[in-house]
DNA sequence: ATGCCCTCGCCTCGAGGA
């Protein structure tokens, strides 16, 4: 089963991109961020001509996330974290795929720091930490994944002494991030691949991508019964290369079927 | 310290992104 990410930066303008790329890689199941549309302006029709099912929770001009399955209609089971009712950014949704909860997510920005933005994107946080416990206790396969906004580490950034005080490095936000995997979660990118500097995103401005000037904040955590399956994870680097692309890569894992015997979906 | 580049909106600049 391969499981993908990416933050498409405006599903409307970035539909072509986005359906070559779903020819070519083929994805079991996407969540996409940033649709930047409105619930009624999803190109559902064209994703459905694509093979794939979908549900999404859009919001005019910002934000928005969906979760895309090939050949099969996703199973909704929320939409929005928990813990406040007043938040009304589209920034989470979550179904169950196969038998694995799906919870795809666009955490905030979170910039500038310090300020309100930087305040609710550590609440965001918070809500997600205690939700994501509650997975947790199910002790089913979850996989956590979308746009984090956040570097975990210095590795995962090209220039680390420049982004101290931006609000996805700053010291609080890479806490929140240690604390929400150590309550059990497992970062596939980083399990598979421990050394290795590994990017998603790269800025359009100053020539970012042919310097791979980069950041790594397009995250899968993996509970523990998702996390035993885990066999391959991979950044579709090649795409950000496109023209007319978004500014994040697509990111995906490969999971190993639960049991050996033979699979009965087709 | 800022802009760089790119998206969307209804409006050709501003806001937001990261």
């Avoid at 359906?19 to 940033?34: G, H, I, M, Y």
């Avoid at 890479?174 to 604390?179: L, M």
């Amino acid at each position: 089963m391969k499981v993908a990410t990416y933050n498409v930066n405006g599903i409307n303008g970035r539909l072509d991109v986005l359906l070559r790329w779903l020819e070519e890689a083929s994805p079991d199941v996407v969540c996409l961020q940033e649709l930047k549309a409105p619930q009624e302006k999803f190109p559902i029709r064209a994703i459905e001509a694509a093979g794939y099912g979908a549900v999404w929770t859009g919001q005019k001009s910002w934000n928005g996330v969906a979760i895309l399955t090939k050949g099969q209609e996703p199973r909704l089971t929320r939409r929005g974290l928990p813990g406040d009712p007043d938040d009304t950014q589209s920034r989470y949704i979550e179904a169950v795929v196969d038998g694995m909860v799906i919870g795809g997510l666009y955490l905030p920005n979170g910039n500038p720091y310090p300020g309100p933005k930087f305040d609710y994107k550590l609440r965001w946080f918070q809500r997600l930490h205690d939700y994501a416990a509650e997975l947790l206790e199910l002790e089913v396969p979850v996989i956590l994944v979308g746009d984090y906004n956040v570097m975990p580490t210095k590795l995962d950034v090209y220039k680390p002494e420049r982004w101290l005080d931006d609000a996805l490095f700053r010291i609080e936000v890479r806490e929140a991030y240690a604390n929400l995997v150590n309550q059990g979660w497992t970062d596939a990118l980083r399990k598979l691949h421990p050394n290795e500097r590994i990017y998603t995103f790269w800025k359009y401005f100053r020539n970012a991508f042919a310097r791979d000037a980069g950041l790594r904040i397009d995250h899968f955590l993996l509970s523990p019964e998702a996390a035993s399956r885990l066999a391959t994870a991979q950044v579709d680097k090649y795409v950000r290369g496109w023209e007319h692309t978004s500014d994040h890569a697509p990111v995906w894992i490969e999971l190993t079927d639960k049991t050996k015997k033979p699979r009965k979906k087709k």
